[in-house]
């Protein structure tokens, strides 16, 4: 079906001579004609279900096409005003509904040359815009990108310093893949435009965008920038809006306050939500048209709905806020009702761009609900999909059977993956680090393996550091906290039969004391501290986790140390981790052993045993379902 995209422009374009009046009639029938081609074509492209319907549409747009191709190349005398929307739209339709790049450079190449002799400068600019910009972003050749990328260098270094220079910097960056801009570009082209309020607008909710794609950190300064400035759209605010949202869960911060915000602001401006969006002026008598389709109210509340669930899939497993196992279903059956009502009127490929959209968005929805059934199940193999998270999802259900060996293999595959996003990448730095601090506890002392492993664990703790420090999960006291547990049980008995040598000692020491005054199961009369606090989000295996170690090393008085086990004990009980909670049962059969607790310790073994029972039986079913399957 591609290849019909193209076919009809083959058609020969039939020329006959005809008076000036006569033509100028014909011109703006025709141009009118391949208008209502182009309109038709997009009133019906929602309707599209099997291949005819497809053909019909092509051959609409072809006709258009065909419409422009004949007032270029017809014999028509046109002014030069009308030379250039005829071509433009021609270049347009070109671009958006055909393969056909090659052709589009030919005309804007043309008309760019006509251009040349007039005093036109934002014709001029817009046409090398299409030449430069938009014909090399349809295209996937790397090389004729690259081409195009110095062929732009070059045009903004012959430039002023207009506007207009600074305009063809911020397009250049979209030429540059993400992982080799700099912020420093960035940077620039906001301080010359600090007094354009939209134009910076866009620019900083563009760069404030690259920084979460790409996953890196983004400076003080910008952020103390990017939520101070306003504007009164209302689709360019809710764009800010959610770009904070994203902030604030990628950093950990309560978004209680963010959703307050957002609710107020859409009670206000519901119906301008619905309004599209006008162009927006950049500076004089120059706008841009930002297509910002999925900004619309409904779609607004289900991306709330999906954002709001993952926010809080941590506590999945507390029936008073498991907002994750109520709305990620509800999310998927609204972005399925949203793609089954879409009406918009528009090309086939912006159509195709709404649906990968959704699809994306069902992707990360089906993600996160395997997450989640790993949460409350153990497991995750009820979920199959087909997505960039396939591999990760495999990984962790390997390490979660014990297959350390597999799990570390698609570790290490999505490290050498350039698709796979960072924070797949530091998850896998995490994973691997983990894996490999067990082999090096199960090592014998004297073992040739173990400074192997030693040495092996150390690079993956300075990958994993340097990844962390410079990525905008940097900041994170979740990420932060898992980091240093890990450490801690790298280095310190008894969580470890071969701790790794360190001159930090003091320094992690000092960092537990912190995390734990600020998150400790103790009762609040017993947890004195002077140190500094530093809160976690609500998360039950990091808070147990986080209180068995420091309950291990920094409580010294036993009673404490009792209740503190104890709390740790139960609280395992309300989320699917079994091992966890007999690692803590242990714990607490030590501590109340010591403190000769007779009845807490005669419990915690019958609970134990339960605990023993329960694993044997889950790997008896898993082995009798492998064989019936084999």
């Known amino acids: 079906m591609d290849a019909f995209k193209d076919e009809l422009l083959n058609v020969p374009i039939s020329f006959e001579q005809k008076s000036l009046e006569k033509q100028a009639q014909e011109r703006n029938l025709i141009y009118q004609l391949s208008k209502q081609y182009t309109y038709t074509a997009h009133n019906i ?46 270049v347009s339709l070109l671009i958006e509904e055909t393969h056909r790049t090659d052709l589009a450079e030919q005309y804007i190449s043309g008309l760019r040359d006509k251009l040349h002799t007039t005093t036109w400068v934002n014709e001029k600019m817009y046409t090398d815009y299409i030449l430069l910009c938009k014909i090399p972003l349809q295209k996937s050749d790397v090389n004729h990108r690259k081409i195009a990328l110095r062929n732009l260098t070059k045009l903004i270094s012959s430039l002023d310093t207009s506007l207009w220079k600074v ?35 866009i620019v900083m909710c563009s760069f404030i965008n690259h920084c979460l794609d790409e996953g890196i950190c983004i400076p003080d300064d910008i952020i103390n920038d990017f939520h101070e400035m306003d504007t009164e759209v209302a689709r360019l605010k809710i764009w800010k809006l959610l770009l904070e949202l994203l902030l604030s869960i990628f950093t950990d911060v309560n978004i209680t306050d963010k959703l307050t915000e957002l609710k107020s602001f859409f009670d206000k401006n519901k119906e301008e ?25 409904k779609d607004v509340k289900n991306l709330l709905l999906f954002f709001q669930s993952v926010s809080y899939l941590p506590n999945c497993y507390d029936k008073r806020s498991n907002f ?15 793609i089954s009502s879409l009406n918009e009127k528009c090309s086939l490929s912006k159509l195709d761009s709404l649906h990968n959209f959704y699809r994306t968005l069902l992707d990360l929805v089906r993600f996160y609900q395997a997450c989640e059934s790993i949460m409350l199940l153990g497991t995750a193999e009820d979920i199959t999909l087909k997505s960039p998270y396939d591999g990760i999802l495999q990984a962790w259900n390997a390490q979660l059977k014990g297959q350390a060996e597999i799990a570390s293999d698609i570790y290490h595959s999505i490290l050498l993956d350039a698709s796979q996003n960072r924070e797949m990448k530091l998850l896998s730095l995490l994973h691997l680090y983990a894996i490999t601090l067990a082999e090096i506890s199960k090592c014998d002392i004297g073992s040739d393996n173990l400074h192997t492993l030693t040495t092996k664990a150390n690079q993956l703790m300075s990958q994993l550091d340097s990844s962390l420090n410079s990525s905008i999960f940097g900041t994170s006291t979740v990420w932060r906290c898992t980091k240093l547990l890990l450490i801690i049980m790298g280095k310190f008995e008894p969580f470890t039969k071969n701790p790794q040598a360190s001159n930090q000692t003091s320094v992690f020491i000092t960092e537990l004391e912190q995390y734990f005054a600020g998150n400790s199961l103790l009762p609040a009369e017993n947890s004195t501290t002077d140190f500094e606090p530093i809160k976690i989000k609500k998360s039950l295996v990091l808070h147990t986790w986080l209180n ?9 008085d036993l009673a404490e140390k009792c209740v503190l086990s104890s709390t740790c004990f139960k609280l395992t009980k309300q989320q699917y981790l079994p091992h966890l909670r007999y690692l803590v049962g242990i714990w607490n059969l030590m501590n109340n052993t010591v403190a000769m607790n007779s009845k807490e310790v005669a419990l915690t073994k019958a609970r134990l045993d339960q605990i023993v029972n329960d694993l044997e039986l889950s790997s008896n079913a898993g082995k009798i379902t492998s064989a019936t399957t084999s």
């Open 45 to 90: 492209v929602t309707e599209i279900q099997t291949e005819l319907d497809l053909r019909q549409y092509y051959t609409l747009i072809n006709q258009a096409i065909r419409c422009l191709r004949y007032l270029k190349d017809g014999g028509l005398q046109m002014s030069l005003e009308q030379d250039f929307q005829v071509t433009v739209d021609l």
């Open 273 to 297: 939500m619905d309004t599209p969006l006008e162009p927006i002026l950049l500076f004089e008598n120059v706008s841009m048209k930002l297509d910002l389709p999925v900004f619309g109210y």
């Open 167 to 201: 305009l063809f910097q911020y397009f250049r960056l979209q030429l540059i893949p993400g992982s080799e801009r700099k912020i420093s570009d960035y940077k620039d082209i906001l301080f010359v435009i600090k007094s354009h309020q939209q134009f910076r607008f």
């Open 548 to 556: 068995y170690i420091a309950g291990s090393m920094l409580v010294n």
């Open 324 to 338: 994750s196992v109520k709305f990620l279903p509800k999310t998927i059956s609204t972005t399925e009702k949203l």
